[in-house]
């Protein structure tokens, strides 16, 4: 058990000789439990020096020996789920000093991905895919004939989702030959292991088992009735001491729970499971943060870390106070709002630490709904609870809500329903790369009918919009930015803007006029400076503040900056409407390329594509130079 971080590189002498699975597999079984432990001094101290997720990967480090120690990787397919969980499968595949370098511009990714690795079989980042990828896999091993198996590794918490039960349900239809493996460390779902299921688990998952049970079929194939009672027999004595009734009705065989920290015990059950025909079902039982005392303490604290650095010397200079994070601007507007109105009420999709709900869920327990990773749901609930009198407010990062569009334009937006979206980590993310990016949300929200969309370009803003959204009748979203503010003075109040109303921060003669859209319009501050522009705040992304634009119709440029997808996104809607007016100005869209921009820093990424301040005001002079 480690109770630190390891600062220098532990020996790892067992470790340093695997560079492949297929090394891996040339080991004896009594090696394995070395192995583990190495590999868990490695990726505390890997993840020590970079940052990253932590809990979940120690927590399967055994699970994922033991998968490259029996099955044939990379033909045959592991699928894990959402990615917080693989890095130990990324040491053992080949990416071992590369881990120094992960999440970091130039260095490997923090999720699976195709392009990285050919063990990497299906690219991650949101929850819940994994059953059906691997489906997907088992089906074409099935009409091609390869042979090859199909693995899916889904956490107690992925499997909340909609989808993952979806396809459970359709690989019970079509029998695919295919393991999921439940990795279960929230224990939300089963009890604690115990002696007895663990020795029924082995038994269930015996060759001998499965002898029986087949020979069972075939005495009884004549007799229908009575085969139905057996199957029945079965399910019942199952579920007398595990959970997995209905796994079983869904078409899966189900063994476990066993538990996911006995590698000798794990390599034993996959060995007699991967030959199976049919779904199987693996239940195990692991602990996030395993091997690490504080995080086996907390888990939530250590579901990824910052990089450790050294002790700082002490030093008598007082430091400016850090600006809140918007989140935080969030967490204490809801938390103010529902002092004032009873009926507000706050969902999320187990976003209730990263959306910075606690306050709320502590002061306001029946009026806090955390829905699990199910954000069509999230988004449905809302508008049922709209439909009877309550304001809901939707807490969801930019990302998770485009798994919801249709429930936000068929169930919400529809029906004119008064639904406010607090949409967390638009724009760019740094380095949990393009799969979090929020790189769409102007573009996929201002084309729906009946919605308000407001980005606001500090933390001040970001609190009046989100008592402008919530006080408007209809539905409405505030899409913010992931970290700190500038430092802007927050008014305690719950103070509303008039809808569609810019501010201009800056007067200029040159006939520039700089459109900005949240959190970019302070980078255009150098540009408009430099260029003597006119920097107007734009506020709203729907409605725009057309007057605004029209008193500008005799302007030489129009520039617009967005943190957003350029396509279909706010500085579109500036064009499409400078063209309704017949109004010939050129304009200049500035925000996110064509492109996935691969994990960096947020400020090394707004430099490689021209959206710091350097950038913007280059690419103006350049726009002005072919005018």
Request: with cysteine; aromatic share 6%.
């Amino acid at each position: 058990m480690f109770e630190t971080i390891p600062t220098t590189r532990p020996l790892t002498p067992l470790l340093d000789q695997i560079d492949t699975p297929a090394d891996l597999r040339d080991l004896d079984k009594k090696e394995l439990s070395t192995l583990v432990r190495e590999l868990r001094s490695f990726m505390l101290y890997s993840v020590g020096q970079t940052g990253g997720h932590f809990g979940a990967g120690l927590g399967v480090i055994e699970l994922t020996v033991a998968l490259h120690y029996v099955f044939n990787t990379p033909e045959d397919r592991i699928v894990w789920d959402v990615g917080h969980q693989a890095y130990p499968h990324k040491i053992l595949t080949g990416r071992r000093d590369a881990l120094l370098t992960i999440r970091q511009e130039g260095g490997i990714s923090g999720f699976p991905k195709r392009e990285e690795s050919e063990f990497d079989t299906f690219g991650v980042g949101h929850s819940s895919t994994s059953i059906g990828a691997a489906l997907g896999m088992a089906l074409a091993a099935r009409q091609l004939d390869t042979g090859r198996k199909a693995v899916a590794i889904i956490g107690d918490g992925a499997m909340s989702a909609g989808m993952a039960f979806e396809a459970l349900n359709h690989a019970g239809d079509v029998e695919a030959d295919m393991l999921v493996i439940l990795n279960d460390n929230e224990m939300s779902i089963s009890k604690p292991v115990g002696a007895l299921s663990s020795s029924l688990a082995r038994i269930w998952a015996s060759k001998t088992y499965e002898n029986i049970r087949e020979g069972g079929r075939k005495v009884f194939s004549g007799l229908p009735s009575a085969l139905e009672l057996a199957r029945k027999a079965e399910e019942h004595m199952k579920g007398m001491v595990a959970p997995g009734t209905m796994f079983e009705e869904l078409g899966f065989n189900y063994i476990g729970p066993i538990d996911g920290h006995d590698v000798e015990l794990l390599t034993q059950t996959l060995n007699n499971l991967k030959d199976r025909k049919g779904p199987q079902f693996l239940h195990v039982i692991t602990k996030k943060g395993k091997g690490f005392e504080p995080a086996e303490g907390d888990p939530i604290g250590y579901h990824a870390i910052n990089k450790v650095e050294p002790d700082p010397k002490p030093s008598n200079e007082s430091k400016a106070p850090t600006p809140p994070k918007y989140s935080n601007v969030f967490g204490r507007w809801v938390c103010d709002a529902a002092e004032q109105d009873e009926k507000l009420v706050a969902i999320t999709p187990a976003m209730k630490e990263g959306s910075d709900l606690i306050e709320f869920a502590d002061s306001y327990p029946t009026r806090y709904f955390d829905v699990a990773i199910a954000e069509q749901h999230a988004v449905t609930l809302a508008a049922g609870m709209a439909c009877d009198g309550l304001k809901p407010v939707v807490a969801i990062y930019s990302t998770f809500l485009q798994r919801a569009y249709d429930q936000l334009i068929h169930d919400v937006a529809l029906q004119n329903l008064d639904v406010l979206f607090a949409i967390d980590r638009a724009g760019l993310v740094g380095e949990d790369g393009p799969t979090h990016a929020g790189a769409y949300d102007l573009s996929y929200l201002r084309c729906i009918p009946n919605m308000i969309a407001m980005a606001p370009s500090d933390e001040a803003e970001c609190r009046a919009m989100l008592q402008t959204g919530y006080a408007h009748q209809g539905p409405a979203a505030v899409r913010y930015p992931r970290g700190t503010g500038r430092g802007a003075v927050i008014s305690p109040n719950l103070e509303t803007l008039e809808i569609g109303q810019s501010r201009t921060l800056r007067e200029g003669q040159s006939g520039i006029v700089i459109c900005g859209f949240g959190r970019p319009t302070f980078d255009a501050q150098q540009a408009a400076e430099a260029l003597d522009a006119t920097l107007i705040d734009m506020r709203f992304v729907k409605p725009l503040d057309e007057a605004a634009l029209l008193q500008h119709k005799e302007a030489k440029l129009f520039v617009t900056v967005e943190e957003n997808a350029i396509m279909g996104g706010a500085g579109s809607g500036v064009s499409e409407f400078l063209q309704s007016q017949h109004i010939c100005t050129p304009v200049l869209h500035l925000g996110l390329p064509d492109q996935y921009e691969e994990h960096a820093s947020h400020s090394a990424m707004l430099k490689r594509i021209g959206l710091d301040a350097e950038g913007i005001q280059k690419a103006i002079e350049t726009k002005l130079s072919a005018i």
